[in-house]
């Protein structure tokens, strides 16, 4: 069955099969379409407003990015990961978002650190009044961002492509365990702490730690 979605918000671009892309892409990376759902492309076309043959199109363009796979008698199937695939997810991020923080410790610039402390203090008050469906989002914000400042020319744009193809589903991520929540932001904290002071080792470890712990959580959610 089709989980629910919505096309509202999307602008239509060059053609129908680039729109129904984009918005099945934006619903699979946010898991508001999660692991394991089947896509019927008729119940897409009828959502979407469009004829069958853009939605197949589209379809074979997700599978390109492995974000649907095809199955006998199935058709396409948003991919789920593997207790396998899982850990080397998070052992790629690891590494990528390590050596992001490891670059970004020897360039970054006041005016990004502060960009960075006014979110991540913005998470802070979030947590502190309840509100953690939105630290998840905020957190890869703040992410990809230090990777993109440590590695502007090529760096940044694999952790943009390591996280968009495997999306946590919104119900399995840490920031809404209140506790796991304070424990990344202390560990947020020591990294920005670690940019300010341009101490590329620390930067690198913390990450890595942080990212790693990640995964420890999502593997036991898994299991």
Same mark, same amino acid.
């Given at each position: 069955?089709?989980?629910?979605?919505?096309?509202?918000?999307?602008?239509?671009?060059?053609?129908?099969?680039?729109?129904?892309?984009?918005?099945?892409?934006?619903?699979?990376?946010?898991?508001?379409?999660?692991?394991?759902?089947?896509?019927?492309?008729?119940?897409?076309?009828?959502?979407?407003?469009?004829?069958?043959?853009?939605?197949?199109?589209?379809?074979?363009?997700?599978?390109?990015?492995? !974000?649907?796979?095809?199955?006998?008698?199935?058709?396409?199937?948003?991919?789920?990961?593997?207790?396998?695939?899982?850990?080397? *997810?998070?052992?790629?991020?690891?590494?990528?978002?390590?050596?992001?923080?490891?670059?970004?410790?020897?360039?970054?610039?006041?005016?990004?650190?502060?960009?960075?402390?006014?979110?991540?203090?913005?998470?802070?008050?979030?947590?502190?009044?309840?509100?953690?469906?939105?630290?998840?989002?905020?957190?890869?914000?703040?992410?990809?961002?230090?990777?993109?400042?440590?590695?502007?020319? *090529?760096?940044?744009?694999?952790?943009?492509?390591?996280?968009?193809?495997?999306?946590?589903?919104?119900?399995?991520?840490?920031?809404?365990?209140?506790?796991?929540?304070?424990?990344?932001?202390?560990?947020?904290?020591? !990294? !920005?702490?670690?940019?300010?002071?341009?101490?590329?080792?620390?930067?690198?470890?913390?990450?890595?730690?942080?990212?790693?712990?990640?995964?420890?959580?999502?593997?036991?959610?898994?299991?």
């Amino acid at each position: 069955m089709e989980s629910p979605g919505s096309a509202e918000g999307h602008r239509q671009p060059m053609s129908k099969a680039d729109y129904v892309y984009e918005v099945l892409r934006d619903e699979i990376r946010n898991a508001r379409v999660p692991g394991g759902t089947q896509l019927k492309a008729a119940h897409l076309a009828e959502r979407l407003g469009v004829s069958i043959t853009p939605v197949r199109e589209a379809l074979r363009r997700l599978e390109k990015d492995r !974000l649907v796979s095809y199955q006998s008698h199935r058709g396409a199937t948003v991919i789920d990961l593997t207790d396998e695939a899982l850990i080397e *997810f998070y052992q790629v991020r690891a590494v990528i978002e390590g050596l992001g923080a490891r670059l970004a410790a020897t360039r970054i610039t006041p005016q990004q650190l502060a960009q960075l402390r006014a979110l991540h203090e913005r998470m802070v008050t979030d947590a502190a009044n309840g509100r953690l469906t939105g630290l998840g989002e905020q957190s890869r914000r703040l992410h990809l961002t230090i990777a993109d400042i440590g590695g502007p020319a *090529f760096l940044g744009r694999h952790a943009h492509a390591i996280r968009d193809s495997y999306p946590v589903p919104a119900t399995a991520s840490l920031w809404l365990d209140p506790q796991q929540a304070n424990t990344h932001l202390a560990e947020h904290q020591r !990294l !920005l702490d670690a940019l300010e002071a341009h101490d590329p080792d620390t930067a690198e470890r913390v990450m890595i730690d942080h990212v790693r712990a990640s995964g420890t959580y999502r593997a036991q959610g898994s299991g």
